[in-house]
């Protein structure tokens, strides 16, 4: 079955800077991978994803790049707000129809 | 839509007590998915379901656990007796598809004391 790896698991940085945030899968039949953030007292939210037939999606400023050959997955986010900070976690689908996801990041960003 | 929807939002009750957790799937959605939310464990996996038949339950803790989905349009998740350890937050999530975006619900937090 799948495992993900979710680094690092806190995160401070200072506004306006670039924040990145990496996830390792092991399973190499998985195509689809998700990035969820997860505000105080919220249900995790979709804010972007990407599938295998592709190696980077950009949506403003939030990016996530997919190298397949070594597995791994990672977050981009530039220009980062205070509206930024929150848990961000990654997910890749197991072989059944659902999704694994990692043990998540704790992002902070400082004004 | 509303999105999915979960009651009660929070639910404090003594050890041994049953517990019922509920959840409205975005209508259309055919896959629901019950998970629970710890520091300690993240995000598990209890149970999920395909067109109202359950297809893993492999994540539930033990038989104290159940989960049902008489239609499409509602799910339950039981615990009983209920035990501190099952403190948590409980979440429900529904897709069309299963490998594909997951909609949150709000949650439900659970306190067994």
């Known amino acids: 079955g799948e495992n993900v790896e979710q680094h690092p698991s806190t995160l401070s940085v200072q506004e306006g800077d670039s924040a990145v945030i990496k996830c390792t899968y092991s399973?190499?039949?998985?195509?689809?991978f998700p990035w969820y953030k997860q505000e105080l007292g919220k249900g995790p939210q979709l804010i972007i994803d990407?599938?295998?037939?592709?190696g980077e999606k950009k949506d403003q400023r939030i990016a996530v790049t997919l190298n397949k050959t070594a597995k791994h997955f990672s977050l981009h986010i530039t220009e980062t707000q205070p509206e930024d900070s929150a848990v961000y976690f990654c997910?890749?689908?197991?072989?059944?129809?659902?999704?694994?996801f990692g043990t998540g990041t704790r992002l902070t960003v400082i004004p | 839509d509303a999105g999915v929807i979960q009651s009660p939002r929070h639910e404090v009750t003594e050890m041994g007590q049953e517990v019922t957790l509920r959840c409205k799937p975005i209508?259309?959605?055919?896959?629901l998915f019950w998970y629970r939310q710890t520091m300690m464990r993240g995000l598990e996996l209890l149970i999920y379901?395909?067109?109202?038949?359950?297809?893993?339950d492999s994540g539930m803790p033990e038989d104290r656990f159940s989960a049902k989905m008489p239609n499409a349009s509602f799910s339950t998740l039981k615990i009983q007796p209920s035990e501190p350890r099952d403190s948590a937050v409980y979440f429900c999530?529904?897709?069309?598809?299963?490998?594909?975006?997951?909609?949150f619900g709000q949650g439900t937090r659970l306190t067994v004391v």
């Open positions: 990407i599938r295998s037939n592709v």
């Open positions: 997910a890749a689908p197991t072989g059944a129809n659902n999704l694994f």
């Open positions: 399973d190499s039949a998985s195509n689809y």
């Open positions: 209508s259309g959605h055919d896959y």
């Open positions: 999530a529904s897709s069309f598809g299963g490998k594909t975006e997951a909609f």
């Open positions: 379901f395909n067109n109202n038949v359950p297809i893993d």
